[in-house]
């Protein structure tokens, strides 16, 4: 049986829209839309039901099905948008969605975050946005899928992401090694992780959906 993520990409309500009274209540109004979205969505990929009080966590952050160790997923969301990878058969997922049109201090951010390599290829391509969007979702969702969330220096990890490839893999000494697939979408960039293999079996790419939902 071939290996297969599903990534389900959802547009989120637009909350500025509302007459809500403060930022406070918009904040837990998003977090009760993520869940109930995440919920939804978990039980249509793995043909259960799932609730809040299934969605555990470890100590480190990372979300699990409590009765369901062996099914793997891992979401995120921006403002306008929220990712979910579900698996069955891959293990230690991993993703992070940002806009592109998010406002960020990409000098001082890189300088913290970024592998001495990375800032090179940012600097070759004249300080691409692009480029800097993938490098961070790259780290963000590799991180993620390890289980350790930003716990170690996040200038140690090398992505070793090429400028016109959208994909490739990476490793650090405290997490192991990690493929990873980028997705320049609409407004947004996307990417998903997963652990690999030190051998050029990792490079093999489970199947991926994409699945656009309104």
């Not at 201090?105 to 940012?122: G, N, T």
């Amino acid at each position: 049986m071939a290996r297969l993520i599903q990534i389900h990409l959802h547009q989120l309500s637009d909350l500025a829209c509302d007459q809500l009274s403060d930022h406070k209540t918009q904040v837990v109004e998003r977090k009760r839309e993520v869940a109930c979205l995440r919920n939804q969505l978990l039980s249509q990929s793995f043909e259960l039901p799932v609730s809040d009080q299934q969605v555990v966590r470890t100590n480190f952050g990372k979300p699990y099905l409590n009765d369901y160790p062996d099914l793997s997923f891992n979401h995120s969301h921006s403002q306008n948008f929220y990712a979910l990878a579900t698996s069955k058969q891959v293990q230690n997922l991993g993703i992070d969605i940002e806009e592109l049109s998010r406002k960020v201090r990409f000098e001082a951010l890189a300088q913290h975050a970024f592998h001495p390599e990375e800032i090179k290829k940012w600097q070759v391509l004249d300080y691409d946005p692009e480029y800097w969007f993938k490098v961070w979702t790259t780290k963000e969702a590799v991180l993620k899928a390890s289980g350790l969330g930003i716990r170690i220096n996040l200038n140690e990890l090398n992505t070793n992401l090429h400028p016109e490839q959208n994909g490739g893999r990476c490793e650090h000494p405290e997490i192991g090694v990690y493929a990873y697939q980028n997705y320049t979408l609409a407004g947004c960039m996307l990417t998903v992780a997963w652990q690999s293999e030190h051998s050029c079996n990792g490079l093999k790419f489970p199947v991926i959906q994409l699945h656009h939902l309104v």
